[in-house]
């Protein structure tokens, strides 16, 4: 193969998006593409069928180290002889960097997704194998920064490689807008959109003491939350305790983002760690006015002010002060926020420009270049 993708899960994620992403697109363009997921998942696996993309689980247990996956990786990377071996996250990145140097004339790069990928332990792991990697990249700039101060990654071999959204899947729809409205009964709610894991990383929490304190204030709102996780429960028993629970809608899992990104009329994270986020990227690329917490690469899609705002995190006020004053703006002004923010996408962000970077660099590392550029 040209290209193997190494990646811990296939579970839905930003992440995990951006590795599919990928791997089609470099498929439609004649290379030779599979993927390795270290623990089974079936979230993609329909979508990647489609795409007559091979998919092979090392069918790892989550939590539960298992020496015999790395001897069935190397199996398999030997038959597969592929030219390029690039691994995304953390676990699959340090499982990858202890079998590349055994697999003849292949590169190995390993992609980090977050400005913080668990802690000093897993920095000093990056810092140990970073001379079995021939490239590190992270996903945004405040990221690679981090890591080069940490010493975790080398200078002369790490790279900035931004995620990419699809700008003809994510567009302003008017009429995916209407129908969207109407399947889900939202009538003229002005509709605050948020999509993640419901995770301790994207800290609801404090979204919902946001939602709370803005709600006081106005009451033709409601605030829809895609995505499911470990603190569903708990996000759900805060919603009643704060008596919200008729402004709130968790949707579960959803296939239809795009369409739910023109539902809405505005997009808010709080999260407390982030990469360079694929959900931003996804609802500037629709038009949307949005507000973040002041974390990963969150300030390198958000101009502060012009396509959004930035607040600081883990402070519901702040975020409840940004909601409100998206809320308070002129319909044009939020519509002139979202072409904004959708110019930023098309100029920075565009999956099929972020394809190009990638097999420039795959191309060159494989002409013997001692620096990608």
């Given amino acids: 193969m040209d290209v193997v993708f190494v990646v811990t899960t296939l579970n839905i994620g930003g992440a995990e998006t951006q590795v599919v992403c990928l791997a089609k697109r470099l498929h439609n363009q004649g290379y030779a593409v599979g993927i390795i997921t270290l623990i089974k998942s079936l979230d993609f696996d329909a979508e990647l069928l489609d795409a007559n993309i091979l998919v092979v689980s090392l069918n790892m247990e989550r939590g539960v180290p298992n020496p015999l996956a790395l001897l069935t990786l190397y ?49 000093i792991l990056y810092r140990i194998t970073d001379k079995l990697c021939d490239l590190t990249t992270n996903v945004c700039k405040a990221g690679l920064e981090r890591y080069r101060i940490l010493k975790a990654i ?10 990419g ?9 008017k009429n995916m807008r209407y129908n969207k409205r109407n399947e889900l009964d939202i009538d003229d709610k002005f509709v605050w959109l948020a999509v ?103 300030k390198e899609i958000i101009d502060d002010g012009c396509n959004g705002f930035i607040v600081a995190p883990y ?30 996408i098309l100029q920075k962000y565009n999956i099929e420009n972020i394809v190009k970077q990638w097999i420039s660099i795959y191309t060159e590392m494989l002409a013997g270049a001692s620096e990608p550029v």
Wanted: charged share 20%; aromatic share 6%.
């Fill in 75 to 123: 199996k398999l990377l030997c038959k597969w002889k592929p030219n390029i071996i690039h691994s995304h996250m953390f676990h699959a990145n340090m499982i990858t960097r202890l079998i590349s140097p055994f697999i003849d004339k292949t590169k190995n790069i390993s992609t980090i997704h977050s400005i913080n990928e668990g802690g000093t332990f897993r920095e």
């Fill in 154 to 163: 080398s200078d002369n071999k790490a790279l900035t490689i931004a995620n």
């Fill in 165 to 173: 959204v699809d700008t003809d899947l994510f567009i302003n729809d």
């Fill in 196 to 298: 993640g894991s419901l995770c301790k990383e994207k800290d609801y929490s404090t979204m919902l003491h946001a939602y709370s304190i803005y709600s006081r204030k106005q009451t033709n709102s409601i605030l829809l939350i895609v995505g499911r996780g470990p603190l569903e429960q708990d996000l759900k028993n805060l919603v009643k305790s704060l008596g919200i629970e008729n402004d709130v809608h968790f949707l579960g899992l959803r296939r239809d983002v795009s369409g739910l990104m023109n539902a809405a009329d505005a997009y808010v994270m709080s999260s407390c760690c982030e990469g360079l986020a694929m959900v931003l990227l996804e609802a500037c690329s629709s038009g949307l006015p949005v507000i973040a917490t002041d974390v990963g690469g969150n």
């Fill in 315 to 344: 402070d519901p006020n702040a975020l409840s002060k940004g909601m409100l004053k998206i809320y308070n703006l002129q319909l044009s002004e939020r519509t002139n926020m979202g072409m904004l923010g959708r110019k930023i």
